[in-house]
């Protein structure tokens, strides 16, 4: 079946300029999750959605920052007025995040959004 | 301290050797640990995740958890060249499944 998908796969834009970035999950998925990767570094967690709400907000780095999730499914990451450090690998993952019990919960990554600010 | 540590390498193993990877965790209400792979350029890929204490073996990856001592190691066995990736170790909390990535430890297998 389908994976994760995200668009676009690269955006170059100016400083100051607002983005958005999208991520479609893997059907039935509940749960998705936004991580930034910087070059050569490893994977920050940005936020996290259980359906459309967001329990954990914590790793956004700032008030630029959002993301909303409708449906269950899409989610869209918005960065306002873009600086040179918000250059990034922007990764978008989901998992099926069943409660209970000894499940572990997979997180299934899609292809990235690399976002160079200029 | 982060919450999980990988030594960065780079790691340089010979084909057909055995690359040892080792991660290290401080949240002891992790229970859960996955090896992820990263090709140069690309998103990670799943490898195998452990939530026993001891040995999870899959071909030629073999993962071993000490809750303990909080390490998580992953084994390669006969290297190949292909498996020249970086390798990111994670821990995941059972309450919010939120995982926490090391830097990651970069392989490179020689010909």
């Known amino acids: 079946g389908a994976g994760v998908s995200q668009s676009p796969s690269n955006k170059v834009t100016e400083k100051g300029k607002d983005v958005e970035l999208r991520c479609d999950p893997i059907?039935?998925?509940?749960?998705l999750y936004w991580y930034r990767q910087s070059l050569g570094q490893g994977l920050e967690f940005l936020i996290y959605f259980q359906g459309n709400s967001a329990p954990d907000k914590s790793g956004l780095p700032s008030d630029r920052f959002s993301a909303e999730r409708t449906g269950g499914s899409v989610s869209t990451l918005t960065i306002q007025r873009t600086q040179q450090e918000d250059s990034a690998v922007y990764l978008c993952?989901?998992?099926?995040?069943?409660?209970?019990?000894?499940?572990?919960?997979?997180?299934?990554f899609g292809p990235g959004t690399r976002l160079t600010v200029l | 301290q982060k919450e999980v540590e990988q030594n960065s390498g780079p790691l340089s193993v010979p084909e057909g050797a055995i690359a040892s990877l080792n991660c290290t965790y401080s949240d002891r209400g992790s229970q859960s640990f996955f090896w992820y792979r990263q090709y140069s350029g690309k998103s990670p890929e799943l490898i195998m995740f452990?939530?026993?204490?001891g040995d999870k073996e899959d071909g030629r990856f073999t993962a071993q958890l000490n809750k303990a001592s909080q390490y998580v190691s992953l084994l390669i066995r006969d290297s190949q060249p292909s498996d020249s990736a970086t390798y990111l170790c994670a821990a995941e909390r059972s309450n919010d499944y939120k995982l926490s990535f090391g830097a990651g430890t970069t392989v490179t297998v020689r010909a």
């Open positions: 993952a989901s998992s099926l995040a069943v409660a209970g019990g000894s499940y572990t919960d997979t997180q299934y």
């Open positions: 452990i939530y026993s204490n």
């Open positions: 059907s039935g998925h509940t749960a």
